[in-house]
């Protein structure tokens, strides 16, 4: 598993009048998290992870749907239970 970064991001610089912009290469709308699964069946894994009431971005959810569709566990959640919950729904442990 590992942290994916997409978009970008301002930030401050010390020394410099204007704030930067920092544009994390990455495919748009991959999810947060990105990984591949234990054996037997290595499958892909990818969470998009939310806060609050954010909505998934059209490119967000199209990004899980292929993923998905190609046979991958891919779920957006506002929680850790959320996870658990579709974890466990998908792979019963």
């Known amino acids: 598993m590992w942290r994916q970064n997409a978009g970008g991001m301002r930030m401050r610089v010390p020394g410099l009048r204007r704030d930067r912009f920092i544009r994390f290469a990455g495919i748009t709308g991959i999810s947060d998290i990105v990984g591949i699964g234990p054996p037997p069946d290595g499958r892909a894994i990818c969470v998009e992870c939310k806060r609050g009431t954010n909505p998934l971005?059209?490119?967000?959810?199209?990004?899980?749907?292929?993923?998905?569709?190609?046979?991958?566990?891919?779920?957006?959640?506002?929680?850790?239970?959320?996870?658990?919950?579709?974890?466990?729904?998908?792979?019963?442990?």
């Open 57 to 93: 971005t059209r490119h967000q959810a199209r990004f899980l749907d292929l993923a998905s569709s190609h046979g991958a566990f891919a779920v957006c959640v506002w929680s850790v239970t959320d996870l658990e919950v579709a974890w466990k729904r998908v792979f019963g442990c």
